[in-house]
């Protein structure tokens, strides 16, 4: 009984004890603890989310400009006296600085006049015969002031604006002046002396084509300039060209920058092609089906392509394509439409693959070929009107009804469309459309080729190539440390895996640039022989350990017999290696590669995804192993235990209990490898060729979104299209890792609940 109540006494004390002030204290000071820790990990969770939002925001507003239209404001109207009485224009053109413009008239006189204020600064009579009047005007390619004359008396004068820049007391001056680089005195183009009705003219080196029509006869004259290296004279040597004739009338003349074709527009919608070497037709070519006719023909910058607009308002682009055959044609590449009404003049861009479209009812459109856009249509006239666009594309000048009208134009990044980012684009000089990235080039004719296509499929390669290799060797090497290998075993292999980790990616892309790539093209037979000749060696190994006596076997402790496995691997390494030259003389003539690329006409690259797959699967290894072996032996052991108490065996047991249980921590590693994979910059960069091409070949490179960025980031012009894009690229990466993680979490959530309750 004393004890029963001593018991009793104790219990009571103790609840006291529990009750008292230090213990309270105790227990308030830890749930503070514990709110202060949930709310500082939901604050950095929150912080986490919110930065990677700002990233994308701040990707957002760097990439969203590119999509946005062209935007065109006007100045006020001027009416200047001296336009009365200068003739109706032939040519309307503006310098780069945008002060001063150039008018020619019919009267043979060049007009200089502030754009600013509308104030004639200059005019200036042009050496003409006396009696004779400009009937057409032929312009060189885009970018240069050479034009080419055509007089009514068969001659042509080729002539030249230009504009001197000098600071006379510290103020800037632009002296506009006319120069005649071929001489003052006309050509004579038409031995008949009938009016030049249309001419053309292209400058190649020091080889000057000029061609004419008159009256449906075609006249082309071509003159090569030498110059006296002793006297410094300057000769000019004169041949007459022997084309064949034309039946129809002739609309418009142009001559590609190379000379080597001449477009003839004749009829209702037919154009010839000359070719200038060989001086024979090329063939004859049908702009316009239908209705309708040509208007107008104008090259792009470049020469290469020729705009042509009709009279119901369309446009199309022309160039010269070669077929299958190598016969060159003349191909349909785009078509625009900008109104109903006849266009009347097409004004390429001095510096990008963007033209202007006139019409006769006053309507303008702004237009870019490569991205196929339609960046602005407006009036900008109440009827007929001509226009110029300044060098720099930022301002137009339009000359209607004895006035003169200023627009500044805002068309920052006309290249970029849906079609031009994804899609397949027809370029200039390709047989056909394809998939391109080549974002600069030496040559200011350039058309920008940026297609993110190539970028984001060598992206997807690389990562499919390093995880072909990467996830078998790394689940499987999960399942047995994490299941089969001795713990004592398994606590000296996994630091060492999971310390590949911390290798820096830069010498392992180092490491395969340098080492990888040319061992593996010497070595291909061997390392071909390694990779299938490996799991065959280790079933041989297995199968001679299953038939050896049960002493040896039981003399190896228990989870250990990997180990083993070590010496069967190295001997078959140095064996296939040791064989690779014997293989290859034996079965590909002594040249592996050479008879991938000829024989079975598979391109080879020494640096190429074989290598990437071998580097950056090592990479990846650790990450997707330690996630994934983490996942294995966190199973329930009762789950194992149970499972073989039930006779199951090791391998049914891990087949059926422990992968289906460790299902969403193998997932995820297998996902985080994959990302890992794909935003990979460094070996990527170093062991690949970074040839941004469509190739599923394992013996090719590719170049990745991030490489790339990597590369020509340092080399872009801060907000430029260049740069927008490379962000875009950046763009997507993130969007492609957000989704990725997105589905991963889904798919781990759902195999969770689903096998929850084993």
Same mark, same amino acid.
């Given at each position: 009984?004393?004890?029963?109540?001593?018991?009793?006494?104790?219990?009571?004390?103790?609840?006291?004890?529990?009750?008292?002030?230090?213990?309270?204290?105790?227990?308030?000071?830890?749930?503070?603890?514990?709110?202060?820790?949930?709310?500082?990990?939901?604050?950095?969770?929150?912080?986490? *989310?919110?930065?990677?939002?700002?990233?994308?925001?701040?990707?957002?507003?760097?990439?969203?400009?590119?999509?946005?239209?062209?935007?065109?404001?006007?100045?006020?109207?001027?009416?200047?006296?001296?336009?009365?009485?200068?003739?109706?224009?032939?040519?309307?053109?503006?310098?780069?600085?945008?002060?001063?413009?150039?008018?020619?008239?019919?009267?043979?006189?060049?007009?200089?006049?502030?754009?600013?204020?509308?104030?004639?600064?200059?005019?200036?009579?042009?050496?003409?015969?006396?009696?004779?009047?400009?009937?057409?005007?032929?312009?060189?390619?885009?970018?240069?002031?050479?034009?080419?004359?055509?007089?009514?008396?068969?001659?042509?004068?080729?002539?030249?604006?230009?504009?001197?820049?000098?600071?006379?007391?510290?103020?800037?001056?632009?002296?506009?002046?006319?120069?005649?680089?071929?001489?003052?005195?006309?050509?004579?183009?038409?031995?008949?002396?009938?009016?030049?009705?249309?001419?053309?003219?292209?400058?190649?080196?020091?080889?000057?084509?000029?061609?004419?029509?008159?009256?449906?006869?075609?006249?082309?004259?071509?003159?090569?300039?030498?110059?006296?290296?002793?006297?410094?004279?300057?000769?000019?040597?004169?041949?007459?060209?022997?084309?064949?004739?034309?039946?129809?009338?002739?609309?418009?003349?142009?001559?590609?920058?190379?000379?080597?074709?001449?477009?003839?527009?004749?009829?209702?919608?037919?154009?010839?092609?000359?070719?200038?070497?060989?001086?024979?037709?090329?063939?004859?070519?049908?702009?316009?089906?239908?209705?309708?006719?040509?208007?107008?023909?104008?090259?792009?910058?470049?020469?290469?392509?020729?705009?042509?607009?009709?009279?119901?308002?369309?446009?199309?682009?022309?160039?010269?394509?070669?077929?299958?055959?190598?016969?060159?044609?003349?191909?349909?590449?785009?078509?625009?439409?900008?109104?109903?009404?006849?266009?009347?003049?097409?004004?390429?861009?001095?510096?990008?693959?963007?033209?202007?479209?006139?019409?006769?009812?006053?309507?303008?459109?702004?237009?870019?070929?490569?991205?196929?856009?339609?960046?602005?249509?407006?009036?900008?006239?109440?009827?007929?009107?001509?226009?110029?666009?300044?060098?720099?594309?930022?301002?137009?000048?339009?000359?209607?009804?004895?006035?003169?009208?200023?627009?500044?134009?805002?068309?920052?990044?006309?290249?970029?469309?849906?079609?031009?980012?994804?899609?397949?684009?027809?370029?200039?000089?390709?047989?056909?459309?394809?998939?391109?990235?080549?974002?600069?080039?030496?040559?200011?004719?350039?058309?920008?080729?940026?297609?993110?296509?190539?970028?984001?499929?060598?992206?997807?390669?690389?990562?499919?190539?390093?995880?072909?290799?990467?996830?078998?060797?790394? =689940?499987?090497?999960?399942?047995?440390?994490?299941?089969?290998?001795?713990?004592?075993?398994?606590?000296?292999?996994?630091?060492?895996?999971?310390?590949?980790?911390?290798?820096?990616?830069?010498?392992?892309?180092?490491?395969?640039?340098?080492?990888?790539?040319?061992?593996?093209?010497?070595?291909?037979?061997?390392?071909?022989?390694?990779?299938?000749?490996?799991?065959?060696?280790?079933?041989?190994?297995?199968?001679?350990?299953?038939?050896?006596?049960?002493?040896?076997? *039981?003399?190896?402790?228990?989870?250990?017999?990997?180990?083993?496995?070590?010496?069967?691997?190295?001997?078959?390494?140095?064996?296939?290696?040791?064989?690779?030259?014997?293989?290859?003389?034996?079965?590909?003539?002594?040249?592996?590669?050479?008879?991938?690329?000829?024989?079975?006409?598979?391109?080879?690259?020494?640096?190429?995804?074989?290598?990437?797959?071998?580097?950056?699967?090592?990479?990846?290894?650790?990450?997707?192993?330690?996630?994934?072996?983490?996942?294995?032996?966190?199973?329930?052991?009762?789950?194992?235990?149970?499972?073989?108490?039930?006779?199951?065996?090791?391998?049914?047991?891990?087949?059926?209990?422990?992968? *289906?249980?460790?299902?969403?921590?193998?997932?995820?590693?297998?996902?985080?490898?994959?990302?890992?994979?794909?935003?990979?910059?460094?070996?990527?960069?170093?062991?690949?060729?970074?040839?941004?091409?469509?190739?599923?070949?394992?013996?090719?490179?590719?170049?990745?979104?991030?490489?790339?960025?990597?590369?020509?980031?340092?080399?872009?012009?801060?907000?430029?299209?260049?740069?927008?894009?490379?962000?875009?690229?950046?763009?997507?990466?993130?969007?492609?890792?957000?989704?990725?993680?997105?589905?991963?979490?889904? =798919?781990?959530?759902?195999?969770?609940?689903?096998?929850?309750?084993?």
């Amino acid at each position: 009984m004393n004890d029963i109540e001593t018991m009793s006494a104790n219990s009571d004390l103790q609840r006291l004890d529990f009750n008292t002030p230090a213990l309270q204290r105790k227990r308030r000071i830890r749930a503070l603890k514990d709110n202060l820790a949930r709310w500082y990990v939901s604050i950095g969770g929150l912080a986490v *989310l919110g930065a990677i939002c700002l990233i994308f925001f701040y990707l957002a507003q760097v990439v969203t400009p590119m999509f946005q239209g062209a935007e065109m404001e006007a100045r006020d109207a001027q009416q200047p006296a001296w336009l009365a009485g200068a003739g109706e224009p032939l040519l309307l053109a503006m310098e780069e600085q945008n002060q001063v413009a150039l008018r020619l008239g019919d009267d043979g006189a060049v007009r200089f006049f502030s754009v600013p204020r509308g104030e004639l600064i200059r005019t200036v009579d042009l050496p003409l015969p006396t009696g004779t009047r400009v009937v057409s005007v032929g312009q060189d390619t885009p970018g240069n002031r050479r034009m080419v004359l055509g007089l009514d008396n068969g001659q042509v004068l080729v002539t030249e604006h230009n504009y001197k820049l000098t600071y006379p007391e510290g103020k800037k001056t632009i002296t506009p002046q006319v120069d005649f680089p071929f001489g003052e005195a006309p050509l004579n183009l038409d031995p008949e002396g009938r009016p030049i009705e249309h001419a053309a003219i292209s400058l190649n080196g020091k080889t000057l084509m000029v061609a004419g029509a008159t009256d449906g006869v075609l006249h082309a004259l071509r003159i090569a300039a030498t110059e006296n290296m002793l006297t410094g004279e300057t000769t000019l040597e004169e041949e007459r060209l022997q084309l064949p004739q034309l039946s129809e009338p002739i609309k418009a003349l142009r001559i590609d920058p190379r000379q080597t074709w001449l477009f003839a527009v004749s009829g209702r919608a037919s154009v010839d092609v000359f070719d200038l070497r060989r001086k024979q037709l090329n063939g004859r070519y049908k702009l316009l089906e239908g209705k309708g006719e040509i208007t107008t023909v104008a090259p792009l910058l470049g020469g290469i392509s020729l705009m042509v607009g009709n009279s119901t308002g369309g446009i199309g682009q022309w160039f010269m394509v070669r077929g299958a055959e190598g016969q060159s044609e003349l191909k349909r590449v785009r078509s625009f439409q900008l109104g109903e009404q006849p266009i009347v003049q097409i004004i390429p861009e001095e510096r990008r693959k963007g033209f202007l479209a006139l019409d006769s009812a006053g309507e303008l459109g702004i237009f870019h070929s490569t991205a196929h856009r339609t960046l602005l249509t407006e009036q900008v006239a109440k009827g007929a009107a001509m226009a110029a666009l300044s060098p720099r594309a930022t301002r137009l000048l339009v000359e209607s009804d004895g006035q003169l009208q200023r627009f500044v134009i805002d068309n920052p990044h006309p290249e970029i469309s849906w079609s031009a980012l994804w899609g397949k684009v027809w370029y200039e000089s390709y047989p056909e459309p394809d998939y391109i990235w080549q974002s600069t080039s030496a040559t200011g004719d350039f058309e920008p080729k940026l297609s993110l296509s190539p970028l984001a499929f060598g992206t997807l390669k690389a990562a499919f190539y390093a995880m072909l290799l990467a996830a078998p060797l790394a =689940i499987c090497a999960a399942f047995y440390t994490a299941y089969f290998m001795a713990p004592s075993l398994r606590r000296k292999v996994k630091p060492v895996i999971e310390l590949m980790e911390a290798l820096p990616t830069v010498i392992l892309g180092f490491f395969a640039g340098l080492f990888l790539a040319p061992f593996l093209e010497n070595h291909l037979p061997g390392i071909f022989s390694l990779l299938m000749l490996t799991p065959i060696g280790i079933l041989l190994a297995a199968w001679a350990w299953s038939r050896l006596p049960e002493r040896v076997r *039981l003399s190896v402790p228990d989870g250990w017999e990997a180990v083993l496995l070590i010496p069967v691997i190295l001997a078959v390494g140095w064996g296939s290696i040791a064989a690779s030259g014997y293989l290859e003389n034996w079965l590909f003539n002594g040249d592996m590669r050479h008879w991938l690329s000829h024989e079975m006409g598979i391109p080879f690259d020494q640096r190429n995804a074989l290598v990437i797959g071998l580097a950056m699967g090592f990479a990846v290894i650790p990450t997707i192993y330690s996630i994934a072996e983490d996942a294995v032996f966190s199973v329930p052991k009762s789950l194992t235990l149970g499972s073989l108490a039930l006779g199951a065996t090791p391998w049914q047991t891990l087949t059926r209990v422990v992968l *289906l249980t460790a299902s969403p921590g193998i997932f995820s590693a297998l996902m985080i490898g994959m990302g890992r994979a794909v935003g990979e910059t460094m070996i990527v960069l170093m062991a690949t060729g970074n040839t941004p091409i469509m190739e599923m070949n394992i013996f090719e490179g590719m170049r990745t979104l991030a490489a790339n960025v990597a590369v020509e980031m340092p080399e872009s012009e801060v907000g430029s299209t260049h740069y927008r894009v490379l962000f875009l690229a950046a763009m997507v990466l993130l969007m492609f890792t957000f989704v990725m993680n997105t589905l991963a979490e889904l =798919i781990r959530q759902r195999l969770r609940r689903k096998y929850a309750s084993l």
